[in-house]
T-cell receptor, first 114, second 115 residues
């Protein structure tokens, strides 16, 4: 079946460090891929998305490229800030899933220290 | 505007109480979702409404009862809950075409504590 695997956290970085959070998926065909961010005590916010192979999603300095050949959608940011501390969820949506439901990874907690 | 609103923000209830959670969106979306999220875990899908009809029930206990009075509103009625039902309850909506490119937009959630 369809699944998403994220690197385990927590990830602790210093401010202005480079961030990579790995995400790989298992799915037939061409799912859409998403990164959601959840700040402490809040709901999920859509961070970025990509709907076909080689698409690059970007928002707020974060980027992720849909790589069909490696079934990956790694999240990157060149210089993190303390305000980026949150839990990041990678997710896929596939029309073959029941009702097109979202399949989430386990989440990666990021902590950025000043 | 991609806003989904949820009320209340926090709710404390006893195991014999009846309460309701409310979700609202004005984006013209025709699919609405309820998720349950435990701390530091991904959201778990509970229910999906598509064009005001229940399309998915992920084997949720009957003490949770969803309702979709119109295309903008989604309620979750709670009755005789257990302490293990304490969690963050998230509402989401999407355009409703059930296509692969649909994006779900989430509300801020209701944090529920069952005593």
């Amino acid at each position: 079946g369809n699944s998403v695997t994220q690197m385990e956290g927590p990830v602790t970085l210093s401010e202005e460090a480079f961030l990579t959070i790995n995400c790989t998926y298992t799915a037939t065909g061409y799912p859409s891929l998403f990164w959601y961010v959840q700040y402490p005590g809040e709901g999920l916010q859509l961070l970025l998305k990509a709907t076909k192979a080689d698409d690059k999603g970007s928002n707020k300095g974060f980027e992720a490229t849909y790589r069909k050949e490696t079934t990956s959608f790694h999240l990157e940011k060149g210089s993190v800030q303390v305000s980026d501390s949150a839990v990041y969820f990678c997710a896929l949506r596939h029309s073959y899933n029941q009702g097109g439901k979202l399949i989430f990874g386990q989440g990666t907690e990021l902590s950025v220290k000043p | 505007d991609t806003e989904v609103t949820q009320t209340p923000k926090h709710l404390v209830m006893g195991m014999t109480n009846k309460k309701s959670l409310k979700c609202e969106q004005h984006m013209g979306h025709r699919a609405m979702y309820w998720y349950k999220q435990k701390a530091k875990k991904p959201p778990e899908l509970m229910f999906v409404y598509s064009y005001e009809k229940l399309s998915i029930n992920e084997s949720v206990p009957s003490r949770f009862s969803p309702e979709c009075p119109n295309s903008s509103l989604l309620n979750l009625h709670l009755h005789a809950l257990q302490p293990e039902d304490s969690a963050l309850y998230l509402c989401a909506s999407s355009q409703g075409r059930a296509g692969v490119r649909e994006t779900q937009y989430f509300g801020p959630g209701t944090r529920l504590l069952v005593l």
